[in-house]
T-cell receptor
Framework: EAGVAQSPRYKIIEKRQSVAFWCNPI?????LYWYQQILGQGPKLLIQ????????DSQLPKDRFSAERLKGVDSTLKIQPAKLEDSAVYLC?????????FGPGTRLLVL | SQKIEQNSEALNIQEGKTATLTCNYT??????LQWYRQDPGRGPVFLLL?????KEKRKERLKVTFDTTLKQSLFHITASQPADSATYLC????????????FGTGTLLAVQP
């Protein structure tokens, strides 16, 4: 069974630029999550989708972050404009029940 | 607000010994607790889940305990090996329809040969 796929793996941008991350969850997983993991910290939930609907985006900085999950499968997370403090690893996960399966993450560096 | 605390300092142990990691939480009543392993440059990998009505769970060399009175979980790795070296994250689940998880900061375990 293929795992959660994410791309790109690394991205370096300058502040105020925009960036987008892509996630392909495990086939059949209805729930998809985006997390932000700052160095030395645990993952922090940004947004959670159930199929193509948002069920929790309470910690998403909506003035600069947006996410969508078209057709209830792939998802894209966008940051526009980026700030220095957005430097982190962005993890995508999917689940069937309580167990979450994570992708390798996208490491973002904002200069 | 909800708070999850894990050993902030790295845990160094000798190969063959038992590693014990701690997860304490406040202002929260989780329906279950999970432990994940994270290697450098990779996403977390699920290890074990223990529910609020369970005291202990085992899987091969891993053992988890869950004390809802103390608001604490202990994670044990017996007969530790250098390959067990990684960061271990505990995560609390609310058990609601969203199965939302709140993660701790993780503990870095280093097993010396």
């Amino acid at each position: 069974e293929a795992g959660v796929a994410q791309s790109p793996r690394y991205k370096i941008i300058e502040k105020r630029q925009s960036v987008a991350f892509w996630c392909n969850p495990i086939s059949g997983h209805a729930t998809l999550y985006w997390y932000q993991q700052i160095l030395g910290q645990g993952p922090k939930l940004l947004i959670q989708f159930q199929n193509n609907g948002v069920v929790d985006d309470s910690q998403l900085p909506k003035d600069r972050f947006s996410a969508e999950r078209l057709k209830g499968v792939d998802s894209t997370l966008k940051i526009q404009p980026a700030k220095l403090e957005d430097s982190a690893v962005y993890l995508c996960a999917s689940s069937v029940q309580e167990t979450q399966y994570f992708g390798p993450g996208t490491r973002l560096l904002v200069l | 607000s909800q708070k999850i605390e894990q050993n902030s300092e790295a845990l160094n142990i000798q190969e063959g010994k038992t590693a014990t990691l701690t997860c304490n939480y406040t202002n929260y009543s989780p329906a279950y607790l999970q432990w994940y392993r994270q290697d450098p440059g990779r996403g977390p990998v699920f290890l074990l889940l223990i529910r609020e009505n369970e005291k202990e769970k085992r899987k091969e060399r891993l053992k988890v305990t869950f004390d809802t009175t103390l608001k604490q979980s202990l994670f044990h790795i017996t007969a530790s090996q250098p390959a067990d070296s990684a960061t271990y994250l505990c995560a609390l689940g609310d058990g609601g329809a969203t199965n939302k998880l709140i993660f701790g900061t993780g503990t870095l375990l280093a097993v010396q040969p």
